[in-house]
């Protein structure tokens, strides 16, 4: 195709998009105004390209999914094979699929001994709203039905439904729809960096962790069902809680008789450099929501894992779980999941994300730091921040009316780099093959984007 002729295409697509495409998370006003949304054709490894034939080096992986990199003939294959044998079929009314089992037999292996049954369903979004009723399901069942509350965290991300969103701390998603929903109550985040102040991080760790016990006594530990928290906030701008955050919530949660839930959505699947957040920061879970990394975004598929406990009093004093979606344990995701472990744990790819690329991504951040405009770098594993600051030594950032976040972004587009920014934090999370020229390159186009910004809001 000639440079008009692909013009006119990308053309010609923007347009249908305006008319027919409804999209999620966005401003339709302004991608009108814009003519358009970018049109993303092709991938191969880290790398994307428009329908203009621009390369971009993907910082996101996706949406904090694409672990394994793009362009992987196996998962293909295996997609292809599965729907040849066995397309669809459910896994209601007595039925599974042998990949659902082996699946779910994988799954298990990877998490700690006490987690053992896997339930599937489509995305992060559905296991988080699956876990508010199977929590309140068990509580009724071992006779304490007050405990019906779910404490979470200011600006939390949980999913997108009305449960899942209630869960979530995002003021911006509660005000559509009339949210959080009633029995859903959020505290203050682990997020030294905005709000510790004064205090050491490790003080402000305790600090964080303490005001989930304060909001038990105040709810009464026998209204409240669980503590729900990802590893580190991903969509909140990847805050990494400080090293005295997690042991002290293990402690509050067995102190009052409340399930704890790691949201292992973001995180999971070798992220952090362990197979879940929960191992590498030593959260003791009863309950663990996952998605997005389980097939690396190459079909949907989520799952939630939950206690022997749990499980046990589901299976002797529960009945029938009425609870499940269509595409639960779906046979393509489910096998496409299974050969995506089986690809990671073949290339070695978490123990890689451990013991290499985590401390070069950290490092090569931290070469940031001699811009004014940046007031911390931050990462762990595969996940990284950049905090864009108005005044360094205090800590202060822009006022919102300034969008130095979104403009920097916009900067990070325009010169081929797909990082995302959360509010004035500029957040990614590569394909786990990355390798350490593209992570050179792409620290590279941040500090472009970086000093473009500080042109933009300076002059």
Not at 173 to 201: C, I, N
Not at 261 to 272: P, S, Y
Not at 415 to 440: F, K, N, Q
Request: charged share 20%; net charge negative.
């Amino acid at each position: 195709m000639n440079e008009h002729s692909q013009a006119n295409y990308t053309h010609a697509l923007r347009t249908t998009a305006l008319e027919h495409h409804f999209p999620p998370f966005t401003d339709h006003k302004q991608i009108e105004e814009e003519g358009g949304p970018r049109i993303i054709e092709k991938s191969e490894g880290c790398f994307l390209w428009d329908t203009d034939g621009k390369r971009y080096l993907d910082g996101m992986a996706g949406l904090w999914c694409v672990n394994v990199g793009y362009g992987r003939d196996r998962l293909a294959e295996t997609a292809y094979k599965q729907m040849k044998e066995l397309p669809y079929y459910n896994t209601f009314f007595k039925t599974a699929t042998p990949p659902a089992v082996l699946l779910a037999e994988a799954v298990a292996g990877l998490l700690p001994d006490h987690l053992n049954q896997i339930h599937f369903v489509n995305s992060g979004s559905e296991a988080n709203d699956t876990i508010v009723r199977l929590v309140r399901h068990y509580h009724n069942l071992i006779g304490k039905p007050g405990k019906k509350v779910f404490i979470s965290r200011e600006n939390a991300y949980h999913g997108s439904t009305m449960a899942s969103a209630s869960l979530g701390g995002m003021s911006h998603m509660h005000s559509q729809g009339d949210l959080p929903l009633p029995g859903f109550v959020h505290v203050k985040q682990p997020y030294w960096f905005a709000e510790g102040g004064d205090m050491t991080p490790e003080e402000f760790g305790i600090v964080a962790a303490r005001s989930v016990e304060e909001k038990i006594l105040e709810l009464g530990a026998d209204n409240v069902a669980a503590f729900i928290g990802e590893p580190v906030q991903g969509a909140g701008g990847v805050i990494i809680p400080p090293d005295t955050y997690w042991p002290e919530i293990n402690r509050i949660c067995k102190e009052h008789d409340v399930l704890l839930i790691a949201d292992e959505v973001i995180c999971g699947f070798g992220r952090t450099g362990s197979w879940f957040g929960l191992q590498t920061l030593g959260i003791e879970a009863d309950i663990v929501p996952m998605a997005k990394g389980l097939s690396s975004g190459y079909l949907p598929i989520g799952a939630v894992a939950v206690s022997d406990q749990i499980t046990e009093v589901l299976r002797e004093q529960g009945g029938e779980f009425a609870h499940g979606m269509t595409y639960s344990g779906h046979p393509v995701a489910c096998a496409v999941a299974l050969e995506n472990i089986a690809i990671m744990k073949e290339e070695g790819l978490v123990d890689r994300v451990r013991d290499d690329l985590g401390a070069y991504l950290n490092s090569a951040l931290a070469t940031l730091s001699d811009l004014p405009m940046v007031g911390e770098t931050r990462s762990l594993g595969l996940l990284g921040a950049i905090e864009l600051v108005e005044d360094k030594a205090t800590r202060r950032k822009f006022d919102a009316s300034v969008g130095a976040g979104r403009k920097c972004r916009d900067h990070c587009f325009d010169i081929g780099l797909i990082i995302r920014a959360c509010g004035d934090t500029l957040v990614m999370s590569p394909p786990l093959t990355i390798t350490h020229e593209e992570i050179d390159e792409l620290v590279a186009m941040a500090r472009t984007a970086i000093e473009r910004t500080m042109s933009e809001v300076s002059g």
